[in-house]
């Protein structure tokens, strides 16, 4: 059964640093996701990505991220200068079309000190 | 601003005990309210989607009902294999219609 793979598992980096987090979503689907849930909290919305661009954002998605979908099977998002709230565990998801069911990945998660 | 309010927030039962899980909702339009289980640590994994009141749908021991206000999971004669965080989460046409916005979850904890 296909599903949404994410790489790494576990990402620990020093504050100010630079990450990213990759994914590769279900091959025919075509929105892709990416979530994050802090520990102990919701799983919160980040940001949509549709046709090569992003479709929407939440009000957590500022600046310091950003998104690409570099061949035709990764996703990654991008952290530019991460921060000591940016710790928690990160999920990619794909859908195949608007409306339909979001399958997640394993998630990413990420310790920044 | 839509909310999804999930309850109880934990929920302990003996095997075989059946039980139902509520999730209210407020939305603007619902395109779809969404079922997942979550072990810890794990993603997310879809259980069910719903889109309009009335609706109902089954799988193994879960079956999750739909009304124009909240939604139900009820869970027959559970094993110990049926603990984990079960989450809801509602689509909405008319506040962006791809987030999903997730309640806090229901943590079901079943004793053999």
């Known amino acids: 059964e296909p599903e949404v793979t994410q790489t790494p598992s576990h990402q620990v980096t020093q504050m100010g640093q630079e990450v990213i987090l990759r994914c590769v979503p279900i091959?025919?689907?075509?929105?892709f996701y990416w979530y994050r849930q802090i520990l102990g909290q919701k799983v919160e919305f980040l940001v949509s990505?549709?046709?090569?661009?992003?479709?929407?954002k939440s009000e957590i998605f500022d600046d310091q991220f950003s998104v690409e979908r570099p061949d035709g099977s990764n996703f990654t998002l991008k952290i530019r200068s991460t921060k000591l709230e940016d710790s928690a565990m990160y999920f990619c998801?794909?859908?195949?079309?608007?409306?339909?069911?979001?399958?997640f990945g394993p998630g990413t998660r990420l310790t920044v000190t | 601003e839509d909310q999804v309010t999930q309850s109880p927030e934990a929920l302990r039962l003996q095997e075989g005990e059946s039980s139902s899980l509520n999730c209210s909702y407020t939305?603007?339009?619902?395109?779809?309210l969404f079922w997942y289980r979550q072990d810890p640590g794990k993603g997310p994994e879809f259980l069910f989607t719903?889109?309009?009141a009335g609706e109902e749908k089954e799988k193994e021991r879960l079956k999750a009902t739909l009304t124009k206000k909240e939604s139900f999971l009820h869970i027959t004669a559970p094993k110990p294999e049926d603990s984990a965080t079960y989450l809801c989460?509602?689509?909405?046409?008319?506040?962006?219609?791809?987030?999903?916005?997730f309640g806090k979850g229901t943590r079901l904890s079943v004793i053999a």
């Open positions: 939305v603007s339009g619902l395109r779809g």
């Open positions: 998801a794909s859908s195949p079309d608007r409306g339909y069911e979001q399958y």
């Open positions: 989460a509602v689509q909405d046409y008319y506040q962006g219609n791809t987030p999903l916005v």
């Open positions: 091959s025919n689907h075509l929105y």
């Open positions: 990505f549709y046709n090569n661009e992003i479709s929407e």
């Open positions: 719903l889109y309009s």
